[in-house]
T-cell receptor
Framework: DTGVSQDPRHKITKRGQNVTFRCDPISEHNRLYWYRQTLGQGPEFLTYFQNEAQLEKSRLLSDRFSAERPKGSFSTLEIQRTEQGDSAMYLC????????????FGPGTRLTVL | QKEVEQNSGPLSVPEGAIASLNCTYS??????FFWYRQYSGKSPELIMSIYSNGDKEDGRFTAQLNKASQYVSLLIRDSQPSDSATYLCAVNNQAGTALIFGKGTTLSVSS
């Protein structure tokens, strides 16, 4: 399977704990995106990488959120001091630079903060 | 605030009918437009992309774009129960990076 993969698929944590999610994009894709989706809403953009450079961040990405993409391959999204409002599906997508930005999504990580 | 608007539905059609889904967007600078299908509990799946005015057909799906009216639509011909899902309209931001999504339209196809 050469699609986007995400790990873990589900994460339950207590308020105040730190969590980290991983995304492996489609192998030849140089762009990688993180989105967040809550029930009844469309995905909301969080941040975007082109190769290893983080080029854009949404104002939704508070100081508690950090994302990395070392060596331009996989990416991690860390949430520090989780809050109940962080409960959502975290989606990763990837695209080719020259593809009119057709983005392909991974299965997502569902986060529940108790 | 750049926005993408969709009727939330539900849109109910009988099996074999044509389902018509509509979307409007506010950013005149947008150049790329997408339709995603999302089954309950799953992630969005890209089903159509369109970049120029007019129609684009792919199997039972036809996407229509009118940039002057800032309007995108998706037609599903010969609707099947397996088409029952939420359909998300997405528009590129002017930089061509982030996608801006509507809230989605829920389609229910009855057999």
């Amino acid at each position: 399977d050469t699609g986007v993969s995400q790990d873990p698929r589900h994460k339950i944590t207590k308020r105040g704990q730190n969590v980290t999610f991983r995304c492996d994009p489609i192998s030849e894709h140089n762009r990688l995106y993180w989105y967040r989706q809550t029930l009844g809403q469309g995905p909301e953009f969080l941040t975007y990488f082109q190769n290893e450079a983080q080029l854009e961040k949404s104002r939704l990405l508070s100081d508690r959120f950090s994302a990395e993409r070392p060596k331009g391959s996989f990416s991690t999204l860390e949430i520090q001091r989780t809050e109940q409002g962080d409960s959502a599906m975290y989606l990763c997508a990837s695209s080719l630079l020259a593809s009119f930005n057709e983005q392909f999504f991974g299965p997502g990580t569902r986060l529940t903060v108790l | 605030q750049k926005e993408v608007e969709q009727n939330s539905g539900p849109l109910s059609v009988p099996e074999g009918a044509i389902a018509s889904l509509n979307c409007t967007y506010s950013d005149r600078g947008s150049q790329s437009f997408f339709w995603y299908r999302q089954y309950s509990g799953k992630s969005p799946e890209l089903i159509m992309s369109i970049y120029s005015n007019g129609d684009k057909e792919d199997g039972r799906f036809t996407a229509q774009l009118n940039k002057a009216s800032q309007y995108v639509s998706l037609l599903i011909r010969d609707s099947q129960p397996s088409d029952s899902a939420t359909y998300l309209c997405a528009v590129n931001n002017q930089a061509g990076t982030a996608l801006i999504f509507g809230k989605g339209t829920t389609l229910s196809v009855s057999s």
